[in-house]
């Protein structure tokens, strides 16, 4: 993302990321992220970027979230072990369904590719929305 070349359904760079998972699977990314704010490489490609979290059970937690952010510049990382958690599940439907429409139908397919997927549950995330090469 730093460097452009991940790009989205309009070829627009991903710009943002929402990263959803709740419990181990929000603290073990906000440790990594918390770690690195005093990076200065880091600092410096995070610029004009932005990392939020998705990690309870409030209803309009999505819609707080997503305010200022645009689909078609946003990579949405879901993050679940078991990847059955029904919140996460909830929001990560929630967010693509944002996504798709806000993009035309023939955009909605190749936007996949900002989607990614971190679980050790090849199956269940194979059977959700995402492509067999996004899967982490
Ligand atoms: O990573 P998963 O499977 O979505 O689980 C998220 C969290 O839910 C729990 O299973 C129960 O709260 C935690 O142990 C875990 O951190």
């Known amino acids: 993302m730093y460097s452009d070349e991940h790009v989205g359904a309009t070829g627009e760079p991903l710009k943002d990321v929402l990263a959803i998972g709740i419990g181990g699977s929000f603290l073990g990314p906000l440790f990594v992220h918390t770690a690195l704010q005093t990076d200065p490489e880091v ?11 998705l990690a309870n059970v409030d209803p309009i937690d999505v ?3 997503i305010i200022g952010l645009d689909p ?7 993050v ?29 397919a190749k ?16 059977n959700f929305f995402v492509q067999p090469d996004a899967l982490a």
Do not use: D
């Open 111 to 126: 936007h996949k590719g900002s989607l990614y997927v971190v679980s050790n549950h090849n199956e269940l995330m194979s």
């Open 80 to 108: 679940s072990k078991t990847f059955t958690t029904a919140e996460t599940m909830l929001k990560a439907r929630a967010l693509w369904e944002w996504i798709s429409s806000a993009l035309r139908p023939f955009a909605v």
């Open 63 to 65: 819609a707080r979230n």
């Open 72 to 78: 078609e510049t946003t990579c949405v990382v879901v």
């Open 43 to 53: 600092v410096e490609f995070a610029k004009g970027h932005q990392l939020r979290f």
